[in-house]
């Protein structure tokens, strides 16, 4: 069971709206950064948004990131085909003596 | 550009131990975190430790239990991670990943991540 809760799967047509969420508590999200990455078939994770909304330099404008108290949201606009991937938020978990803590991913299928 | 290379995974039995490497170059090493975390087949991510700059403190994953041991060297820009008492749960994708600062904590995680190496523990 991951601590971040997200859907196991999502899906839009070309051109569409897609929005991921990513649930977790006071320790996580509510009082901390979250992260988001992207990971193709095969291949690495990629930072796709970081401290909660920040882009890095290459990341298409059609990716953003929100979060309101224990949840957050990552938006694509205008999805296309290779927006086909895995997303898994993270986040700092200040419990224990600290840990990093992810999402159980979500799958986005193209139609 | 920022590359990281890790090796050291391979076939190995329960009980035994390895040590993954991560080479980094194209950025400043020794003034970043450092993290391993671990994909098994067809799951999730999972975080394994992270080493702060300096090199500062550790921090391990509750799952660890005292097996897994963090290290780096800013001479050689590598990162290990040393597992000992190999289980078949550990079998995984172990990816190496930079931090986004000098300490992977509350504002700053991974940024840049390696293509991994692969740890399969069986008899």
């Known amino acids: 069971q991951s601590v971040l809760t997200q859907p196991p799967s999502a899906s839009g047509t070309p051109g569409q709206r897609v929005t991921i969420s990513c649930s977790g508590s006071?320790?996580?999200?509510?009082?901390?950064?979250i992260y988001w990455y992207q990971q193709l078939p095969g291949t690495a994770p990629k930072l796709l948004i970081y401290?909660?909304?920040q882009r890095p330099s290459g990341v298409p404008d059609r990716f953003s990131g929100s979060k309101s108290g224990t949840s957050a949201s990552l938006a694509i606009n205008g999805l296309r085909s290779e927006d086909e991937s895995d997303y898994y938020c993270?986040?700092?978990?200040?419990?224990?003596?600290?840990?990093?803590?992810f999402g159980g991913g979500t799958k986005l299928t193209v139609l | 550009e920022v590359q990281l290379l890790e090796s050291g995974g391979g076939l190995l039995q329960p009980g035994g131990s390895l040590r993954l490497s991560c080479e980094a170059s194209?950025?400043?090493?020794?003034?970043?975190?450092m993290s391993w975390i671990r994909q098994a087949p067809g799951k999730g991510l999972e975080w394994v430790s992270s080493?702060?700059?300096?090199?500062?403190?550790?921090n391990y994953a509750d799952f660890v239990k005292g097996r897994f041991t963090i290290l780096r060297s800013d001479s050689k820009s590598t990162v290990y991670l040393h597992i000992y008492d190999l289980r078949p749960e550990d079998t995984a994708v172990y990816y190496c990943?930079?931090?986004?600062?000098?300490?992977?904590?509350?504002?700053?995680?991974?940024?840049?991540w390696g293509q991994g190496t692969l740890v399969t523990v069986s008899s």
């Open positions: 080493i702060d700059n300096g090199p500062g403190p550790t």
């Open positions: 401290r909660n909304d």
């Open positions: 990943a930079k931090g986004l600062a000098g300490a992977v904590t509350g504002p700053d995680l991974m940024d840049f």
């Open positions: 993270a986040a700092w978990d200040d419990s224990l003596s600290g840990h990093v803590v």
């Open positions: 006071s320790s996580n999200i509510e009082t901390n950064y």
């Open positions: 194209g950025f400043n090493f020794r003034q970043y975190a």
